[in-house]
T-cell receptor, first 113, second 116 residues
Framework: DGGITQSPKYLFRKEGQNVTLSCEQN?????MYWYRQDPGQGLRLIYYSQIVNDFQKGDIAEGYSVSREKKESFPLTVTSAQKNPTAFYLCASSISLGLNEQFFGPGTRLTVL | AQTVTQSQPEMSVQEAETVTLSCTYDTSESDYYLFWYKQPPSRQMILVIR??????QNATENRFSVNFQKAAKSFSLKISDSQLGDAAMYFCAYRGPSSNTGKLIFGQGTTLQVKP
């Protein structure tokens, strides 16, 4: 089945550690996105990628990094520089950056201990 | 900058009844998309319905329909014959042209409770 997968579902990290969240899609979509969701709030854009080997900062990119070496994959690294990383992280993809709908993965819950 | 506002943090509806969730937005663009997403307790974001700004006709998807008022910048969601499975958080979202980031701008969400 086509879709977006994120792993792991739950992730625990000690303060000062970097951690990488996985996002894979088999929809043949060019554009991919990372959003962060805090309790009781809507989603905010961290990074997005229009095409392989290209990515741009979103509204809250500080403390995060991404790579886009393959069309199917868009991993997000939460670095120790991110001051409040505990949140729910959602990956999404769309055919392009145009006015196309975005499909979401099931999300990863990151908790910093 | 574009903004999306959902002024109802919580709503409740009796099973089989109709409920309307409100959403207003602010933009200077003329071409854009509006969406309603549902986020059940599993936290998976599910697209409920979308509306293209250039279309005057309101979108419908089975029991879900919208009232799109472009001049008033209003985009409400009506759920008819509410079912227990409709209980979730609902987000209104805006997406502008690709000359921007193409990102979705979300409202704060409305938690819908469905009473049996």
């Amino acid at each position: 089945d086509g879709g977006i997968t994120q792993s792991p579902k739950y992730l625990f990290r000690k303060e000062g550690q970097n951690v990488t969240l996985s996002c894979e899609q088999n929809l043949n979509h060019d554009a991919m996105y990372w959003y962060r969701q805090d309790p009781g709030q809507g989603l905010r854009l961290i990074y997005y990628s229009q095409i392989v080997n290209d990515f741009q900062k979103g509204d809250i990119a500080e403390g995060y990094s991404v790579s886009r070496e393959k069309k199917e994959s868009f991993p997000l690294t939460v670095t120790s520089a991110q001051k409040n990383p505990t949140a729910f992280y959602l990956c999404a993809s769309s055919i392009s950056l145009g006015l196309n709908e975005q499909f979401f993965g099931p999300g990863t819950r990151l908790t910093v201990l | 900058a574009q903004t999306v506002t959902q002024s109802q943090p919580e709503m409740s509806v009796q099973e089989a009844e109709t409920v309307t969730l409100s959403c207003t937005y602010d933009t200077s663009e003329s071409d854009y998309y509006l969406f309603w997403y549902k986020q059940p307790p599993s936290r998976q974001m599910i697209l409920v319905i979308r509306q293209e700004a250039y279309k005057q006709q309101n979108a419908t998807e089975n029991r879900f329909s919208v009232n799109f008022q472009k001049a008033a910048k209003s985009f409400s969601l009506k759920i008819s014959d509410s079912q227990l499975g409709d209980a979730a958080m609902y987000f209104c979202a805006y997406r502008g042209p690709s000359s921007n980031t193409g990102k979705l701008i979300f409202g704060q969400g409305t938690t819908l409770q469905v009473k049996p």
